[in-house]
C-alpha cells in the first residue's frame, strides 16, 4: 500500500490515497480508548517509617486488583525495613519492630508486588495522596536497581477534589471520604484496610464522573486538571481528526488561521489542547477563541513540518512565534565592482550561490563575520566606488598604516590581493582565517584582554557556523533534482519507507510505501507526476531556509539512502571544512590562552 502527497499541488491535493483507519468521520470506539469496565484498577495503600522516600522505608503492603467492580486480588505483606520503626509510627499504625523482625525485606517484597500489579497499557495504579506512596515505591525499586515500569497513576486526592463539594467533603481525608461513600471498610492506618476503603471511595467517584462523560482510561488524564469547564467542552473540535501526521490550523471567530502546528497523529495532539498538559497562557488563550480545528493529512512527518513552515509563512497566524521570524537571511559577497568590499544582502542572484557566505541566522552576526574577514583578508570597508585605475599620489587612510587594508585607493601600481583571499573565505575555505584567528585570541588572552578577546572570538564563532551551514546547504540549494528514500518503524514495529522529492531545495512530493521492492516504482511515479525543475532566479526564492534546513537533516540521518541526485556538489562534508574546527569555549577567561 502507497500513499502519495504533491507539495507542487494546491493545498490540500492528492493522489492515491487509500482510506485510512479512523480518519475523517465519526470516531470508533477504539479511537475513544480503553473503557473503565475493562480497564485494571490496582489500588495500593503502603506503611513506612517516615515521610522521606527511602529504599528501605516500607513496612507494608496493602493493595487490591479490580477491573469492572471485580475484586481480582489482594496482596497484604509486612515488609522488615531492617531497623527499628519509630515510635510516633506505632502509635500511628500500630505497627513496632517486633511485627516486622520476621517479615520479608523489600528486596522479596517489591518483585512480588511488581509482578500482581503486572503494569500495562489497561492498567492504572490508584493510591490516596498517590505521590506520596508511588515516591517510596519508586525509591524502593531504584534502591534495588529496578526500573520502575511506565503506569498510569490515579491519586484519589485529586479526584475527590473535582467530585465531592466542600459541604460535602470538608477535607479529603480517606476516613472522610469513606464515610461519605459508606465504604464497607473503614480506614485503619493498616495497608491492606486503607486499600479496600480506597477502592470503595474510587468506585462511587467513578460513577458519579460517567454522565458527565468520562467513561474510558484516557479521561482519566484529564479530569483531574484545573481546566475550565468552557474549554474542556470543546475537546470536541479534535473528533473526526486524521490519527496520523499532518498539519492543523486553529480557525478564530472570523475564520481566520489563529495557529497553525503540526504532529505525528493530529487527532491526539489538538486533543492535548483542551487539557492541563498545555500550559502556555497565550495558547490557552488561543484555544479559549478557536471555532474549528482544519487539519490536512501528510504522506510523511517530514511533509508536515515542511507544510507547516509554509503555512505560518502564508498566514501569519497571530500566536505562532515562528511567524514573526524574517522570511529571508542574510548572506556576505563581494561587491560588483573594479575595487570590491564587503556587503550584506538578502536577496541573492543564483548563480552568486557558490561565491558567497550564508545564510546567517541574523543580520547582527553577518555584521560580526564581515569585520573579521574584512581584516584577514585587509580588504577596504570605505564605501567610495573606485575606478578601475586610481591616482597613485592619493594619501592612504590610517587603516592602511595599521595593516589593516591594502589601500587600492593610492597603491595603483600594486596587485590587490585582499579581494581574492576574500573571495576564499566567502566560498567556505576559512583555515587560514582560522589558525590566524586562534593565534591573535592567544596573544589577547596573555595580556589579560579578555573582553576584546570575546568580542573576537564571537565574530569568528559566526564565520564558523555560517560556513557550516553553507556545507549543509548548498549542496541542495544548487541541486536539481534529489530523490532519496528512508526506512522508518512504527510504533507497530513495522517497516515503511518514505520516499522524497526536492528541487533546488524545496520539498516536491513524498509517498510512503509498506514495502522496499515498490519503492524504485513509487519514486519514478513522484518524478512523472511532478513538474519539470526550473532554476530559481535567486537563492531560496522557492523554499526558505528553514525548509532546505529540515531536508538536510532529513538527508544526513543514517536511515535515508539516495535513489538519484542531478547536481554539481556532493552531498558530503569536506574533509578539511568547518566541522575539523572546533570553537573555544568562554567558560572560563584562561581557556582563551
Given at each position: 500500500m502507497a500513499r502519495t502527497s504533491l507539495l507542487a499541488s494546491p493545498p490540500g491535493a492528492r493522489i492515491d490515497v487509500p482510506p485510512r483507519h479512523g480518519a475523517m468521520g465519526q470516531l470508533s470506539f477504539e479511537d475513544l480508548g480503553l473503557p473503565l469496565y475493562e480497564t485494571t484498577f490496582v489500588v495500593v495503600d503502603l506503611e513506612t517509617t517516615g515521610t522521606r522516600p527511602e529504599p528501605h522505608s516500607i513496612t507494608e503492603f496493602g493493595a487490591v486488583k479490580v477491573r469492572g467492580g471485580e475484586v481480582l486480588g489482594e496482596f497484604a505483606t509486612l515488609v522488615n525495613p531492617g531497623g527499628p520503626i519509630p515510635p510516633f509510627i506505632t502509635a500511628l499504625t500500630g505497627i513496632n519492630t517486633a511485627m516486622v523482625m520476621k517479615a520479608p525485606d523489600i528486596a522479596a517484597v517489591l518483585p512480588a508486588f511488581l509482578e500482581f500489579m503486572n503494569a500495562g497499557p489497561e492498567t492504572v495504579l490508584v493510591a490516596h495522596n498517590a505521590r506520596f506512596d508511588v515516591g517510596h515505591l519508586k525509591a524502593a525499586a531504584a534502591g534495588l536497581g529496578y526500573e520502575w515500569p511506565h503506569v498510569m497513576v490515579l491519586d484519589t486526592v485529586k479526584l475527590a477534589r473535582r467530585v465531592f463539594t466542600k459541604d460535602e467533603a470538608p477535607n479529603v481525608k480517606l476516613s472522610t471520604l469513606a464515610a461519605l461513600c459508606h465504604a464497607t471498610v473503614s480506614p485503619t492506618h493498616r495497608a491492606l484496610d486503607d486499600a479496600r476503603a480506597t477502592v470503595d471511595v474510587l468506585h462511587v467517584m467513578l460513577g458519579r464522573l460517567g454522565p458527565l462523560g468520562v467513561t474510558h482510561r484516557e479521561d482519566l488524564v484529564t479530569v483531574c486538571d484545573p481546566v475550565p469547564l468552557q474549554r474542556r467542552k470543546k475537546a470536541v473540535l479534535a473528533d473526526g481528526l486524521p490519527q496520523g501526521p499532518g498539519v492543523y490550523h486553529f480557525i478564530g471567530p472570523g475564520g481566520e488561521v489563529m495557529y497553525v502546528g503540526t504532529s505525528v497523529n493530529l487527532y491526539h495532539r489538538v486533543r492535548q489542547y483542551f487539557t492541563a498538559a498545555e500550559r502556555r497562557t497565550r495558547i490557552a488563550e488561543m484555544v479559549d477563541l478557536a471555532t474549528r480545528v482544519e487539519a490536512i493529512p501528510t504522506a510523511t512527518v517530514l511533509e508536515a513540518r515542511v507544510r507547516e513552515l509554509r503555512d505560518i509563512s502564508q498566514f501569519d497566524p497571530p500566536y505562532n512565534r515562528r511567524s514573526r521570524r524574517p522570511q529571508t537571511r542574510p548572506w556576505i559577497q563581494l561587491t560588483d565592482e573594479p575595487h570590491p568590499r564587503l556587503s550584506i544582502v538578502r536577496r541573492l542572484p543564483f548563480d552568486r550561490l557558490t561565491s558567497t557566505l550564508g545564510p546567517f541566522s541574523s543580520a547582527l552576526a553577518a555584521k560580526q563575520a564581515m569585520l573579521i574577514i574584512t581584516r584577514e583578508a585587509k580588504l577596504r570597508t570605505c564605501t567610495t566606488r573606485l575606478p578601475a585605475t586610481v591616482r597613485s599620489n592619493a594619501a592612504p587612510c590610517h587603516l592602511y598604516t595599521m595593516g589593516l587594508c591594502y589601500a587600492p585607493c593610492a597603491r595603483a601600481s600594486e596587485s590587490d590581493p585582499a579581494p581574492a583571499h576574500a573571495a576564499r573565505i566567502?566560498?567556505?575555505?576559512?583555515?587560514?582565517?582560522?589558525?590566524?584567528t586562534m593565534e591573535y585570541l592567544g596573544s589577547l588572552a596573555r595580556s589579560e584582554r579578555f573582553e576584546q578577546a570575546a568580542e573576537v572570538r564571537d565574530r569568528l564563532a559566526a564565520v564558523h557556523s555560517a560556513v557550516r551551514k553553507r556545507e549543509q546547504l548548498l549542496p541542495l540549494l544548487t541541486a536539481r533534482q534529489i530523490m532519496a528514500a528512508q526506512r522508518t518503524t512504527s510504533s507497530h514495529a513495522s517497516t515503511?519507507?518514505?520516499?522524497?522529492?526536492?528541487?533546488?531545495?524545496?520539498?516536491?512530493?513524498?509517498?510512503?510505501?509498506?514495502?522496499?521492492?515498490?519503492?524504485?516504482?513509487?519514486?519514478q511515479t513522484l518524478i512523472n507526476s511532478s513538474p519539470e525543475p526550473k532554476e530559481p532566479r535567486y537563492a531560496g526564492a522557492d523554499a526558505s531556509v528553514e525548509e532546505t534546513e529540515i531536508l538536510a537533516h532529513w538527508l544526513w540521518q543514517p536511515e535515508t539512502r539516495l535513489l538519484s541526485y542531478d547536481g554539481a556538489l556532493p552531498i558530503a562534508v569536506p574533509r578539511h571544512g568547518a566541522a575539523s574546527h572546533v570553537l573555544p569555549r568562554a567558560e572560563s577567561q584562561s581557556e582563551l590562552d
Amino acid at each position: 500500500m502507497a500513499r502519495t502527497s504533491l507539495l507542487a499541488s494546491p493545498p490540500g491535493a492528492r493522489i492515491d490515497v487509500p482510506p485510512r483507519h479512523g480518519a475523517m468521520g465519526q470516531l470508533s470506539f477504539e479511537d475513544l480508548g480503553l473503557p473503565l469496565y475493562e480497564t485494571t484498577f490496582v489500588v495500593v495503600d503502603l506503611e513506612t517509617t517516615g515521610t522521606r522516600p527511602e529504599p528501605h522505608s516500607i513496612t507494608e503492603f496493602g493493595a487490591v486488583k479490580v477491573r469492572g467492580g471485580e475484586v481480582l486480588g489482594e496482596f497484604a505483606t509486612l515488609v522488615n525495613p531492617g531497623g527499628p520503626i519509630p515510635p510516633f509510627i506505632t502509635a500511628l499504625t500500630g505497627i513496632n519492630t517486633a511485627m516486622v523482625m520476621k517479615a520479608p525485606d523489600i528486596a522479596a517484597v517489591l518483585p512480588a508486588f511488581l509482578e500482581f500489579m503486572n503494569a500495562g497499557p489497561e492498567t492504572v495504579l490508584v493510591a490516596h495522596n498517590a505521590r506520596f506512596d508511588v515516591g517510596h515505591l519508586k525509591a524502593a525499586a531504584a534502591g534495588l536497581g529496578y526500573e520502575w515500569p511506565h503506569v498510569m497513576v490515579l491519586d484519589t486526592v485529586k479526584l475527590a477534589r473535582r467530585v465531592f463539594t466542600k459541604d460535602e467533603a470538608p477535607n479529603v481525608k480517606l476516613s472522610t471520604l469513606a464515610a461519605l461513600c459508606h465504604a464497607t471498610v473503614s480506614p485503619t492506618h493498616r495497608a491492606l484496610d486503607d486499600a479496600r476503603a480506597t477502592v470503595d471511595v474510587l468506585h462511587v467517584m467513578l460513577g458519579r464522573l460517567g454522565p458527565l462523560g468520562v467513561t474510558h482510561r484516557e479521561d482519566l488524564v484529564t479530569v483531574c486538571d484545573p481546566v475550565p469547564l468552557q474549554r474542556r467542552k470543546k475537546a470536541v473540535l479534535a473528533d473526526g481528526l486524521p490519527q496520523g501526521p499532518g498539519v492543523y490550523h486553529f480557525i478564530g471567530p472570523g475564520g481566520e488561521v489563529m495557529y497553525v502546528g503540526t504532529s505525528v497523529n493530529l487527532y491526539h495532539r489538538v486533543r492535548q489542547y483542551f487539557t492541563a498538559a498545555e500550559r502556555r497562557t497565550r495558547i490557552a488563550e488561543m484555544v479559549d477563541l478557536a471555532t474549528r480545528v482544519e487539519a490536512i493529512p501528510t504522506a510523511t512527518v517530514l511533509e508536515a513540518r515542511v507544510r507547516e513552515l509554509r503555512d505560518i509563512s502564508q498566514f501569519d497566524p497571530p500566536y505562532n512565534r515562528r511567524s514573526r521570524r524574517p522570511q529571508t537571511r542574510p548572506w556576505i559577497q563581494l561587491t560588483d565592482e573594479p575595487h570590491p568590499r564587503l556587503s550584506i544582502v538578502r536577496r541573492l542572484p543564483f548563480d552568486r550561490l557558490t561565491s558567497t557566505l550564508g545564510p546567517f541566522s541574523s543580520a547582527l552576526a553577518a555584521k560580526q563575520a564581515m569585520l573579521i574577514i574584512t581584516r584577514e583578508a585587509k580588504l577596504r570597508t570605505c564605501t567610495t566606488r573606485l575606478p578601475a585605475t586610481v591616482r597613485s599620489n592619493a594619501a592612504p587612510c590610517h587603516l592602511y598604516t595599521m595593516g589593516l587594508c591594502y589601500a587600492p585607493c593610492a597603491r595603483a601600481s600594486e596587485s590587490d590581493p585582499a579581494p581574492a583571499h576574500a573571495a576564499r573565505i566567502l566560498s567556505g575555505e576559512f583555515s587560514d582565517l582560522w589558525d590566524h584567528t586562534m593565534e591573535y585570541l592567544g596573544s589577547l588572552a596573555r595580556s589579560e584582554r579578555f573582553e576584546q578577546a570575546a568580542e573576537v572570538r564571537d565574530r569568528l564563532a559566526a564565520v564558523h557556523s555560517a560556513v557550516r551551514k553553507r556545507e549543509q546547504l548548498l549542496p541542495l540549494l544548487t541541486a536539481r533534482q534529489i530523490m532519496a528514500a528512508q526506512r522508518t518503524t512504527s510504533s507497530h514495529a513495522s517497516t515503511r519507507w518514505e520516499v522524497v522529492l526536492i528541487h533546488y531545495g524545496k520539498l516536491i512530493a513524498s509517498a510512503t510505501t509498506d514495502s522496499g521492492a515498490h519503492v524504485p516504482e513509487l519514486a519514478q511515479t513522484l518524478i512523472n507526476s511532478s513538474p519539470e525543475p526550473k532554476e530559481p532566479r535567486y537563492a531560496g526564492a522557492d523554499a526558505s531556509v528553514e525548509e532546505t534546513e529540515i531536508l538536510a537533516h532529513w538527508l544526513w540521518q543514517p536511515e535515508t539512502r539516495l535513489l538519484s541526485y542531478d547536481g554539481a556538489l556532493p552531498i558530503a562534508v569536506p574533509r578539511h571544512g568547518a566541522a575539523s574546527h572546533v570553537l573555544p569555549r568562554a567558560e572560563s577567561q584562561s581557556e582563551l590562552d
